[in-house]
């Protein structure tokens, strides 16, 4: 019996033990599941995840495109999603020539946007009610999304000034680079689908010109510099502004690029000086709409 009992005795220890262990493996397995099944899957995770991650990935592009198509909408609503007329694809313009004796200037700012320059500059248009056009370059929409889009949500419109602003030669795969990039990255961030391109520097033979005239941008330059990126004092950079300033003109500014306190101290003055001159201000895509119109009126007295 002893024996017996000393021989049941383990057994029933190695029941116990079976029980426990049992017990314990099951919890074991439970707390390692998660990495067990990542383990066992091997191959497998790799098709499940990524499924996984392009359902999430449709599930972003969805959002997104509904974000755009808002974004868009507003845009459109506002007049700013903008096509130019036929005519004016592949060709470059330095003013409007405008027959019906129209009083209007645009103003256009480039290389921005800027840190504290564009916002001042946006918030002398808003204080005046004005819309001017801004060509605006890539890395810098790219760093400064928000400044972009509050440009688009106040009225203005945007021009592509390529992505880097360089002035060197660049082949076709470069040029297209500089471009649709920049392009892409307008309308990803604005919902502004622009076709208006201006030179940088206005340089028209380093290949990025070309491509953008080859894929019916409009090359839009100026037709008055105010020089506001050289050195000169803020009385001739307004000067220079009016010296050569006529109706359906361009003006260069900048507010971004480097430091335009000048520009933006010149800005209010500018303003003032065309309104006394009886001049009202119009975007780009308006100018280009005015002298297709005023074409066309042409067109049918013939
Ligand atoms: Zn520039």
Do not use: C
């Not at 426990?20 to 397995?29: E, H, K, R, V, Y």
């Not at 953008?212 to 502004?241: E, F, G, H």
């Amino acid at each position: 019996m002893e024996n017996n009992k000393s021989f049941l005795w383990p057994q029933g220890i190695l029941i116990a033990l079976l029980g426990l262990s049992a017990s314990l493996s099951i919890g074991l397995m439970m707390l390692i599941k998660p990495n067990a099944s990542e383990a066992q899957s091997g191959q497998n995770i790799n098709v499940s995840n990524t499924t996984a991650r392009v359902g999430t990935q449709k599930r972003i592009e969805g959002l997104k495109a509904a974000m755009l198509t808002s974004w868009q909408q507003e845009a459109q609503i506002k007049g700013l999603s903008y096509a130019v007329a036929p005519r004016f694809q592949g060709v470059t313009i330095q003013s409007a020539k405008l027959t019906q004796g129209q009083k209007v200037i645009a103003l256009t700012f480039d290389d921005g946007p800027w840190p504290e320059s564009t916002a001042q500059v946006l918030n002398i248009l808003k204080e005046n009610n004005i819309k001017s056009t801004f060509f605006v370059v890539g890395q810098n929409v790219k760093n400064y999304p928000d400044l972009v889009k509050r440009v688009v949500a106040e009225g203005h419109a945007i021009g592509n000034h390529t992505w880097h602003h360089w002035y060197h030669y660049m082949n076709q795969q470069a040029a297209a680079y500089e471009v649709e990039h920049t392009t892409d990255l307008i309308y990803k961030t604005t919902g502004v689908k622009t076709n208006l391109f201006r030179p940088p520097g206005g340089i028209m033979h380093n290949g990025v010109a070309a491509y953008a005239r080859n894929n019916k941008y409009a090359l839009i330059m100026w037709s008055s510099d105010s020089l506001d990126y050289s050195r000169l004092t803020v009385p001739k950079l307004i000067n220079n502004v009016f010296r050569l300033a006529k109706p359906g003109g361009i003006v260069l500014l900048h507010d971004g690029g480097g430091d335009r306190t000048k520009t933006v101290q010149a800005l209010p003055e500018i303003i003032t000086g065309f309104r006394k001159q009886g001049y009202s201000f119009v975007t780009i895509p308006e100018l280009l709409e005015m002298q297709d119109k005023d074409h066309k009126l042409i067109a049918n007295k013939k």
